[in-house]
């Protein structure tokens, strides 16, 4: 069964430096999302993208994020310069047309 | 803005017994849908209800909505110990979802 697929599965970044969280969506796929759940929170909205541009962001989703799906099978989180309450697991999700959204397994960003 | 948010937030039972989780929000939804998160896993989809349903089964889980009330329950029947995990709600509105905070599920054999 396909899946949606992230890398790293683990990220530890100094504070300041730039990281870039990849997520390979389902293939046939048209709408990609990322999240992010703070260490015992919810899991919170990012942003989401479709058509090759974002569509709905959160407040969270600042100046300091960008996303990007370089080719046909990657998209991107890219964070410009982090900072300690970047610390988060980041989950990519995609879905086709239906409301169902698939989600990857997640990248656990620390930053130190 | 709207919120799932879940109750209990923990919740401990023996494998063989009934979990319920409930769930309430506060503004109109398209659907609400239920979610599973084993310990540092990502999130699987368990079962998605639209906002005209009231009552919806699949396999060992069944979930309500009343949107009078602007709560659902998940209840997982004969529960196993590989159920045990954060199960959480999510609201869709317009495009986007919201996901509470979770209820804790711990099943002990």
């Known amino acids: 069964e396909p899946e949606v697929t992230q890398t790293p599965s683990h990220q530890v970044t100094q504070m300041g430096q730039e990281v870039i969280l990849r997520c390979v969506p389902i293939?046939?796929?048209?709408?990609f999302y990322w999240y992010r759940q703070i260490l015992g929170q919810k899991v919170e909205f990012l942003v989401s993208?479709?058509?090759?541009?974002?569509?709905?962001k959160s407040e969270i989703f600042d100046d300091q994020f960008s996303v990007e799906r370089p080719d046909g099978s990657n998209f991107t989180l890219k964070i410009r310069s982090t900072k300690l309450e970047d610390s988060a697991m980041y989950f990519c999700?995609?879905?086709?047309?239906?409301?169902?959204?698939?989600f990857g397994p997640g990248t656990r960003l620390t930053v130190t | 803005s709207q919120q799932g948010e879940e109750d209990p937030q923990a919740l401990s039972i023996q494998e063989g017994e009934n979990a319920t989780m409930n769930c309430s929000y506060k503004?109109?939804?398209?659907?609400l849908q239920w979610y599973r998160q084993n310990s540092g896993r990502g999130l699987v989809h368990l079962i998605l209800?639209?906002?005209?349903?009231r009552e919806k089964h699949s396999g060992r889980l069944r979930v309500t909505l009343d949107t009078s009330k602007k709560s659902s329950s998940l209840l997982i029947t004969a529960s196993r110990a590989a159920d045990t995990a954060s199960y959480f709600c999510?609201?869709?509105?317009?495009?986007?979802?919201?996901f509470g905070k979770g209820t804790m599920l711990l099943v002990s054999p």
């Open positions: 503004t109109s939804i398209n659907n």
């Open positions: 999700a995609s879905k086709r047309l239906t409301y169902e959204q698939y």
């Open positions: 209800i639209r906002s005209n349903e």
């Open positions: 293939s046939n796929h048209l709408y």
């Open positions: 993208f479709y058509n090759n541009e974002i569509s709905e």
């Open positions: 999510a609201t869709l509105g317009y495009s986007t979802l919201t």
